[in-house]
């Protein structure tokens, strides 16, 4: 057996700009992959109860231009700009809005009114991202009160779930529908 003088250089260490490199795509590859798994639907609901009859409480829900006086969208933006289409209440009746960075841009209509039970609506917004969802309203006769439950469901895309990672999507919808149905409640009852 030979031995041979075998000249070994030493290993350079990574440099840190690399090292620094790596750690940010790792980071980054985990909030991907992170992001990705979380749930591609979701689904937000209130409910209060209101000491008026389903008829009133439905006749403010069923016609977008009673809106104005309990969304706490519209409340946001005084200056956006609104259209109404289609018949003045009911199947059909088609509004569009668009406003400031607030209210974003987008249309709704009602796609189904089953008189003092349920009012379906399609919910499409275009700015500040384009997104569908269906909205619905429940009417529930509680002896001479009105339960109504105000929900929304809809698909996330991947930025949508990327947006709902820093934010809940209960929390800030949930609390909105909460200052609706308050407002929704105040003027049902005045009536």
Request: proline residues 6%; neutral net charge.
């Amino acid at each position: 057996m030979s031995s041979e003088n075998v000249d070994v250089k030493p290993k350079r260490p990574m440099p840190l700009y690399r090292k620094i490199l790596l750690a940010m795509l790792v980071v980054i590859a985990a909030f991907l992959g992170y992001v990705a798994l979380q749930p591609s639907s979701f689904h937000v609901e209130r409910s209060t109860t209101i000491n008026a009859s389903p008829e009133k409480v439905f006749a403010e829900v069923n016609d977008f231009h009673r809106w104005d006086g309990w969304s706490p969208w519209l409340k946001l933006d005084p200056q956006a700009k609104t259209t109404f289409e289609g018949p003045e209440s009911g199947d059909g009746a088609y509004f569009t809005w668009s406003g400031n960075a607030d209210v974003g841009e987008g249309s709704m209509k009602i796609t189904e009114s089953k008189p003092y039970e349920r009012i379906g609506i399609q919910l499409d917004f275009i700015k500040p991202f384009p997104g569908k969802s269906d909205v619905e309203f429940l009417f529930k006769t509680e002896g001479d009160k009105t339960k109504v439950t105000w929900g929304m469901s809809g698909q996330n895309g991947f930025i949508g779930r990327c947006f709902c990672t820093f934010m809940s999507m209960d929390k800030m919808i949930g609390d909105k529908y909460d200052e609706g149905l308050a407002k929704l409640k105040a003027i049902a009852e005045s009536k």
